[in-house]
């Protein structure tokens, strides 16, 4: 299977301040989901949209897209 990349990352606060995960790809963006451990309505939209977009429903973009909104939606999403 292909890498699906991003087009910017998106980069997720860790557990040290100050420093930032960079998700480069689809499926690093479900390993990280896998392992939150709220999981609010934009975590089960990201959830379903990089399983669909492994399954080639959706594009890598549209996954991108609904992985950004769960961090942001739980305080995680790193600033620019």
Not at 15 to 39: I, P, S
Request: net charge negative.
């Amino acid at each position: 299977m292909a890498i699906l990349w991003f087009s910017p990352p998106v980069y997720v606060k860790t557990d040290h301040d100050g420093f930032r995960y960079g998700v480069h790809h689809v499926e690093a963006a479900a390993e990280e989901l896998v392992l939150w451990t709220k999981r609010s309505p934009k975590w089960q939209e990201a959830e379903r949209a990089c399983v669909e977009a492994m399954s080639g429903k959706v594009s890598p973009q549209q996954a991108r897209d609904a992985f950004e909104e769960a961090p942001n939606e739980e305080g995680m999403l790193f600033p620019d």
